[in-house]
């Protein structure tokens, strides 16, 4: 009788510590959202950390990205496209962190969803280039009502002409009103994220599927070279830094970015010089949208947006007039790109069949039209939508800061949004009734508790994933887009005998062998420290990262499948990425000399 091999397992929810100083984490967090602790189903369930989109702990109010953007996610594969196998992703936070656990549809349902399935993306892939001006429309009217709200103090008294007009009411309606609206438009817009984003993935994973059923022993970057160098609006602010710098380069204006984190005085000294208007007016053209961009992103309060910090691009534009003065080529290697993409597709297109020349023309055809927006909506939703969301909570946050609810504008992350909606009330009647409001004696000391729960949680990384992972991991999304697969849960385990040499394995997600020395990076405040020819190490890169490419040889990852943006983003660069490592970030420290392997998925620390 043979033994069934032993499944590891990872901690269960009750299992793991709570930090000094964070206990009652919980109450900080809806009912709803935190693990309650009481066993059963959350002891029972595979639960992996969204650490890709979700690296830092929480604040309460930021609490509503996540919220948003899983619940939104789920509508469009349960309730709008009906895909076959996948429903959507239930989510808990676990100190502090965002836990996911795909939630598959019964295989014995599976069959009934596929004709409706085949009708819906159907309708949308026949008409993706009109549907897709409409979502254009749609998401920028949202981004402009959402500019339009304005968070002010109350007056004393009613205006006199509210009197004569007879309005009867005093103002405060609209302070509630633009709140509500505010919350109410940016869950619109996470609406709209996902109305094209799972049908692009699903156009990929057919021609991917297709390809391995045509090609069984075909790489899987074979396959996402076939639908490479396309051009993607994401790119664009990275672009328009490029040809700022270039321009300043012609115009002979290099020492006016001696000191770019002296913003005015660099504007300054631009217009003062000799056609440094001319590169005034292109940096301001610039900025509208493409500096409605974030460092970061924008799931987070404190995320930086280049329009608000605009040190931040005048400080690439430098190093980017330091490499054009040193001869080197900065701009993405599109035409390269192109030709081996058109390259690749030529060769595996005359594998083909004849009878199925037109089925594999079809599939990539789709893959690329669909493809780009996996990255484009980003850049709407995630940079420029919460980029003017947390502008205007801020603006709220200033409000109660100077009614003394708390110190700073930003302390009001640290109340969730129905708490902020109760202290609206609390202002307005305190207001209202000449009295003063009971918030100031109660928030600032709860504020101050709350943040230091938050550091406290803040001090410990959080566990890969929970419980015990199924025997094998099929959900594609998961695969594709967090590179959580079965080997990659065996690997995080210490169970995969493969990885005895001591090399660490993830995903081979842009190809490509280098070596170099280390940069381990966990937060983007830390990108100032990437130099010229190092390997970038990080818990997961951001799209907006794109300055600093230019600057690394590779880039190593904790999380992330081949659709994942930091692979994407990887090989539209031509860099070697090896993501969805599990700890890369935590085994390699800065310094060390690696070999990367792009093209097989394995780093190698060769020397301390």
Known sequence: ?????????????????????????????????????????????????????????????????GEFAVKCLGQYNTRHLLIPPANGIEFKIHL????????????????ARVPEFERRAGHYFQNWDSLLDGWHAKVLGTIDEMESLSFTALPDVVPFEDIVAGKAKDGSEVLMENYDRLIQLCYQNWQYHFEFLNLGYLAYLDFFGFC??????????????????????????????????????????????????????????????????????????????????????????HDKYWIDHQEIPLGYIKDYIRRVEEGHDI??????????????VAEYRELVGADQQAQFDAKRGLAATAYPYVENHNFYIEHWTMGVFWRKVRELGKVFAVADFWAAPEDMLYLTRNEVRDALFDLVTG??????????????????????????????????????????????????????????????LGSDQDTDDGSIRGMAASPGVVEGRARVITHADQLGEVQEGEILVATITAPSWGPIFGKIKATVTDIGGMMSHAAIVCREYGLPAVTGTGTGSTTITTGQLLRVDGTAGRVEILEA
């Open 431 to 492: 207001w209202a009734v000449g009295a003063e409001p009971t918030g100031p004696h109660y928030w600032p000391q709860e504020v101050e508790r709350r943040r230091g729960i938050i550091d406290a949680l803040s001090s410990q990384r959080p566990q890969p994933a929970l419980n015990t992972p199924p025997a094998q991991i099929t959900e594609p999304f998961t695969m594709m887009l967090y590179g959580i697969t079965t080997e990659q849960v065996r690997q995080w």
């Open 331 to 344: 701009m993405r290697p599109v035409d390269a790109l192109v030709a081996e993409r058109d390259r690749v």
């Open 1 to 65: 009788m043979t033994s069934q091999p032993v499944i590891k397992s990872f901690p269960k929810p009750s299992e793991l510590t709570v930090p000094p100083g964070a206990e009652g984490w919980e109450k900080l967090y809806p009912y709803n959202l935190a693990f309650q602790n009481l066993g059963g189903a959350e002891d029972e369930k595979f639960w992996f950390c969204d650490s890709q989109h979700w690296p830092t702990v929480f604040k309460p109010f930021e609490t509503i990205g």
């Open 96 to 111: 502090g962190y965002l836990y996911m656990s795909p939630v598959p549809v019964a295989e014995e349902e599976i069959a």
């Open 212 to 301: 391995k059923e045509l090609f069984p022993g075909i790489p899987d970057q074979a396959i996402a070279k076939m639908v490479q160098g396309v051009d993607m609006e994401l790119f664009r602010p990275d672009d328009e830094l490029k040809k700022l710098a270039v321009l300043a380069v012609e115009l002979g204006l290099q020492s006016a970015f001696e000191d770019t984190d002296d913003v005015a005085g660099t504007l300054n000294r631009v217009r003062a010089a000799d056609g440094g208007q001319e590169w005034a007016d292109a940096y301001l053209g610039a900025q509208d949208p493409w500096f409605n961009f974030t460092v970061g992103n924008g799931f987070y309060g």
